[in-house]
């Protein structure tokens, strides 16, 4: 019976075009304790400080294998009246888990206004801030198609590099 499971693992690498290897793809969602500045010219404003070691979702809350690259159409201001209004905002989605949801909705609902980061093998990818409840899944933006092709594809094969 392992060696049936360990052939489907390879057979599903190798369909998905990604290098076999041992999958060490480390997803923690954290909470990030806030700091105010009030040196900004706008006056007194909130940005991310201190990472807190509390993990509020690991990969096992996540379904990697499902991430993809969207893209949505965002509206940008000021630009000539000739010129197209919209540009595309592209992000890698990462499904989560039902436990997962509930866990991300959970935390979310109570940390309204605070920040968490999001690290993908202990690189930060993003800290925004809570503005309201949420249940996934989880979109990391990335600058280019390309790269979230790359991403969302490292995602799938259980490595980030």
Known sequence: MNTVRTL???LAGVIAGC????CDLQIDVRS?????DNSTPSGREMRPGQMLENRVLTVLDFNPG???VRARKIEVMGLPPLQDQTVE???????????GKEKFRTFTG???NEFLAVLINQKVMMTPLIRE??????????????????LAKQLRCGVHK
């Open 19 to 22: 290098a076999i290897h041992r």
């Open 110 to 112: 109570s940390h309204i």
């Open 8 to 10: 489907a693992f390879l």
């Open 32 to 36: 990030v304790r806030p700091v105010i």
């Open 89 to 99: 905002e592209y992000y890698v989605e990462i499904p989560m888990t039902d436990e």
């Open 133 to 150: 409840a949420a249940s996934g899944p989880l979109e990391v933006p990335v600058d280019s198609r390309e790269a979230g092709a790359r």
């Open 66 to 68: 499902r991430a993809r």
